[in-house]
C-alpha cells in the first residue's frame, strides 16, 4: 500500500514537471505589461552583463581601501654559490661567520715566523718588536692572501623573511583613489539603471507596437470583408450584365493589396513577438494589449531634470574629475611610509631558526623637488579637464531640457493629428460604405467604389503612422525620466 502511494506520487510529480517544462517551452501567454517588464529587469542579457559591471565596480572599490592596510610579503630564498662575497655575506646573515673565514689561520701563521728566532728558539720582546719593525716583513704579512677568504667551499643558504610595508602619508592621494573607485561604482549603478530604462522603453514601445499591429489587423480584416462583398456583388451584377470583368479584376487588386498589407502586418508582429522575447531572453507567445487610447504623459520637466541619468552622470564625472585634481596635488607633497622586516638564514632550510633571526624596522620619507615641470603642467591638465566637465554637465541639462520641449511639442502635434485623422477615417468609412450603396444600385462606379475604398485604407495608414510616432515619443519622455 505504501509503495503504490509512493509510486502515484512520483507519478504526480512527474506529470507536474513536464507540464512545467511544456509550458516553458511554449512560451509566455498573455503576458501583461508590468510582469514583462519585471521579467526584462531580472533576465534581459544586457543588464546582466551591466550587472557583472556594477560589481567588478564594487570589487574595486575594496582594492583601493586595500591599499589603506599596506602589504605583507613572505620571501623563501634557496642559493648555493662559490662566490668569494656571496659565501662571506651568506655566512654573515646566518650569524656563523668566524675569523677563520678571514683567513686568519694563514695571518696567525705569519705571525708565528716572526716570533721565532733564525734557530728555531723563541724571540724575545726586544727581537720581536725588530721582526715586526721591520717593513719587509710587515708588507709580506699584509700581502698575503687568505685562501679561505678568497677561495670558499661552496655553501647552501635559505633565507626566510616577511616583510610588511605600509604607507603612513601619501599627500591624500591613496584617500582620493578611494572615493574615485566609490564614484566609479556609482557610475556603474547609474549605467545599469540606465540600461534598464533603455529596455522598459524598448518592451513598452514593443507592446504598443503589437498592440496596434494587432489593431490594425483587425481594421484591415473589416476592410477585406467589406471588399469581398463588393466582390461578390460585382460578380452578381457580372451574371446580370451590369458590370464587367475589368469592374471584378479592380476590386480583386484593392482585395490583393489588402492580403498584401495583413501579411506584411502579421510578419511585424511577429517580428516583434522575437523581439520582446530577446528582451525577456524568454520565448513569448501573446501578451495583453495594452490602452492605445488612456497612454500619455505628464512629467515635468522639473521631474526630468532632477530622475535623468545623463545629467546624473555628468554630475558625477564633474565630482570624479575634481577628485583627480587632488591626486595630481599629492605630487607635491612628501610620501612617508613604515616597513617591517622579520626573517632567519641557515645553511639548512629553517635550520637553527631562533639562533639566526634577524629584524629591521624602519621609516621613508621622500618628496620630489624637481620634475623638469611634468608635476605642475599636469595639474594644469586635470583643471582644464575639471573646466571641460563642468561645461559638459551645463550642455547635458541644456540638452535634456530642449530634447524635453521638442519631444512634448512633438507630441502635442501629434495628439492633434490624432484627433483629425480619426475624424478623417470615419468620414472615409462613412463615403466609402455610401458609395458602395451607389455602386449596388447603378448610381456610381466600381472606379469610384475603389478610390473611395483606397482612400480610407490611406486614412488607417495615416492614423497608425500618427498613433505609432505618439507612443515612441511619448515613451521617450518616461526613457529621459527614468
Keep these: 500500500m505504501v509503495s503504490k502511494m509512493i509510486w502515484a506520487l512520483l507519478l504526480l510529480i512527474a506529470s507536474a514537471y513536464g507540464k512545467s517544462e511544456s509550458d516553458t517551452a511554449k512560451g509566455y501567454t498573455n503576458l501583461p505589461l508590468k510582469k514583462a517588464l519585471r521579467l526584462a529587469n531580472r533576465q534581459n542579457i544586457e543588464i546582466d552583463i551591466a550587472e557583472f559591471d556594477r560589481q567588478i565596480a564594487r570589487l574595486g572599490v575594496k582594492v583601493a581601501r586595500g591599499y589603506n592596510f599596506g602589504k605583507l610579503d613572505a620571501t623563501v630564498m634557496g642559493l648555493r654559490s662559490n662566490d668569494a662575497g656571496n659565501v662571506f655575506g651568506f655566512k654573515l646573515q646566518s650569524r656563523e661567520a668566524t675569523f677563520g673565514d678571514f683567513g686568519f689561520d694563514q695571518f696567525l701563521s705569519g705571525f708565528g715566523e716572526a716570533m721565532m728566532n733564525p734557530d728555531g728558539t723563541m724571540a724575545d720582546f726586544q727581537t720581536l718588536a ?12 699584509l700581502d698575503t692572501m687568505p685562501d679561505r677568504l678568497n677561495y670558499p667551499d661552496a655553501r647552501d643558504h635559505y633565507d626566510v623573511k616577511v616583510r610588511y610595508m605600509l604607507p603612513l602619508y ?4 591613496l584617500t582620493n583613489y578611494r572615493r574615485i573607485a566609490d564614484d566609479m561604482a556609482k557610475m556603474a549603478r547609474l549605467d545599469k539603471q540606465k540600461i534598464e530604462a533603455q529596455k522598459s522603453f524598448e518592451v513598452r514601445k514593443t507592446y504598443y507596437d503589437i498592440s496596434l499591429l494587432d489593431k490594425f489587423e483587425h481594421d484591415l480584416s473589416v ?6 462583398h463588393l466582390r461578390d456583388a460585382t460578380l452578381d451584377f457580372m451574371k446580370e450584365g451590369y458590370a464587367k470583368k475589368t469592374d471584378l479584376m479592380e476590386v480583386e ?11 506584411e502586418a502579421r510578419a511585424n508582429r511577429e517580428l516583434s513577438y522575437d523581439f520582446l522575447s530577446f528582451l525577456l531572453d524568454h520565448k513569448v507567445a501573446s501578451i495583453k494589449h495594452v490602452s492605445l487610447d488612456t ?16 545629467i546624473k552622470k555628468a554630475n558625477l564625472g564633474y565630482k570624479i574629475q575634481d577628485e583627480m585634481v587632488d591626486v595630481t596635488k599629492s605630487a607635491f607633497q612628501p610620501e612617508v611610509g613604515a616597513f617591517v622586516e622579520y626573517g632567519s638564514s641557515d645553511d639548512t632550510f629553517l635550520g637553527h631558526f631562533q639562533d639566526h ?19 605642475y603642467y599636469k595639474l594644469q591638465q586635470e583643471k582644464l579637464k575639471r573646466l571641460k566637465v563642468k561645461r559638459q554637465v551645463e550642455l547635458a541639462r541644456k540638452g535634456i531640457t530642449l530634447k524635453y520641449k521638442k519631444i512634448t511639442t512633438e507630441i502635442a502635434n501629434a495628439d492633434k493629428q490624432v484627433e483629425s485623422l480619426k475624424k478623417e477615417l470615419e468620414l472615409a468609412e462613412t463615403i466609402y460604405q455610401n458609395y ?3 455602386y449596388k444600385e447603378g448610381l456610381a462606379s466600381i472606379n469610384d467604389v475603389v478610390i473611395k475604398q483606397s482612400n480610407q485604407i490611406q486614412k488607417l ?4 503612422k500618427v498613433q505609432n510616432l505618439r507612443n515612441q515619443k511619448i515613451l521617450e519622455v518616461y526613457r529621459l525620466a527614468y
Design 357 to 375: 633571526d634577524r629584524y629591521t624596522l624602519g621609516v621613508q620619507a621622500k618628496m620630489n623637488l624637481f620634475s623638469g615641470g611634468s608635476d
Design 461 to 464: 495608414l495615416n492614423l497608425l
Design 130 to 141: 725588530q721582526n715586526f719593525g721591520n717593513p719587509q716583513a710587515q708588507q709580506q704579512l
Design 436 to 438: 458602395q450603396e451607389r
Design 295 to 310: 497612454f500619455d504623459c505628464k512629467i515635468p520637466l522639473a521631474n526630468v531634470l532632477k530622475r535623468n541619468r545623463d
Design 223 to 228: 476592410i477585406k470583408g467589406n471588399i469581398e
Design 253 to 263: 487588386s484593392k482585395l490583393s493589396n489588402v492580403d498584401r498589407m495583413l501579411f
Design 170 to 173: 601619501t599627500g591624500f592621494k
